[in-house]
């Protein structure tokens, strides 16, 4: 699973790695895989409970959002 941390829209949101809404390559020089840049960033994660946590460490004045393409249905 793949949280994506967005500095500007203060979300963090997470999906499956399929998921259509997942920009492929998602990894840039503003949103980097791994860590926080400008913009935000991606983290690779097992589970939601591991998404929530990630998302309280690396961005919590964001709002955890599971997707509501891939993850609810
Ligand atoms: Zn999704």
Redo the contacts with the bound molecule.
């Keep these: 699973m793949?949280l994506n941390i967005d500095k500007p829209l203060r979300t963090s949101?997470?999906?499956?790695e399929t998921?259509?809404?997942?920009p492929q390559p998602y990894g840039t020089q503003y949103k980097p895989l791994g860590t926080l840049g400008r913009d935000g960033g991606w983290f690779a994660v097992s589970s939601n409970t591991e998404a929530k946590v990630v998302a309280q460490r690396e961005f919590p004045q964001g709002a955890f959002k599971?997707?509501?393409?891939?993850?609810e249905s």
Excluded: A, F, I
């Design positions: 793949l949101t997470l999906h499956d998921c259509s809404h997942v599971p997707c509501q393409y891939c993850q």
